[in-house]
């Protein structure tokens, strides 16, 4: 098969879709059994090293009206024929082939608000368009969880025979780490003794005004609260944070990937009450670091998470300072089954069950 992929997702490092589309694509080019046609676009970024690709330089904003709103040139116009095109989640190009599109989430439809314009991009009127597309022309749509799925089909209302679960998994980086390299990371960022770490852009989805309430009614003066992620908008955790008075809670900012696994590795406990995740790939990091987690019994995360974690509801501040004490009563076990859960997800099965849906369109 001659195989298309989008991988305009890589000129945004960091994003959870850039993560999936760099580990997915290193693991298909693998196989010798396939020809693959990589489509990068990006105004300003450079097209990524580690990939042969075609590139297109031209405007975002071109493309969404071209491809998105009006719906012109087939994707074969740039990129020569191929037997099946994978969209990313920005863009969806017309084609004269069959499609297969991954969803991450819908968060378009349950938190809008969480996109703001952005030069000239209105981001929800744009994906709203392209999922329009999806439902017309994908043969098949794959979802990162089965939480997605039953929200694409509740929402978007494509039939579930078309739909196909395939789980991520998190980056080969994140492991357990030595006690010189935790240090070196506790040091960097001013991190004096144990903590429990919060990672996730700074907005109310991620629910971090009520971590920082459990962590306060817990009272645990042995131990810091770090928060790690961009500012986003919406609750103004400085403000909350400021009224700690015995200043044990540390608003890092943006952190880069390299940071993260030693983070994790540091931490006492991961805390993570999300209130809506596509999949919720912090939880298999942190595991995977030898972190014990507490995350949110809705969405996603159950599904991610397994046995292997703390459960708490996230709408409720006492039930998470009840996580996060359980976690720290029960840190060795909750870290080798962690640790176990985290193994039982793969880049390589990703692959593998990819290449299954781009030969399953075949028989559409």
Known sequence: MKIGIDISQLAFPGSGSAVYTENLVKNLLKSQENEYVLFFSSLRQPAPRNFKSINLKLPPLLLEQLWNRFHLLPIEKLIGEIDVFHTSDWLEPP????????????????????????????????????????????????????????????????????????????STEFTEKSAEDTEKIKKKYGIKGDYLLAVGTLEPRKNLKRVIEAFKILDIRNLELVIAGKFGWGEDLKSIKNQDSVNQIKLLGYVPDEDLPGLYAGAEVFVYPSLYEGFGLPILEAMACGCPVVTSNISSMPEVAGEAAVLVDPEKVNDIARGIQEALENREQLIEKGKARAKEFSWEKTARETLKVYQETRRC
């Open 95 to 170: 084609a004269h082939c069959l499609k297969v599109t991954t969803i991450h989430d819908l968060i378009i439809y349950k938190y809008p608000e969480t996109f703001q314009r952005r030069g000239g991009h209105d981001i929800v009127a744009n994906l709203k368009r392209k999922l329009e597309w999806v439902k017309k022309e994908s043969a098949l749509v794959i979802a990162v969880s089965e939480s997605t799925k039953q929200d694409i089909i509740e929402i978007l209302k494509i039939p579930a025979k078309k739909i196909r679960v395939i789980h991520e998994a998190c």
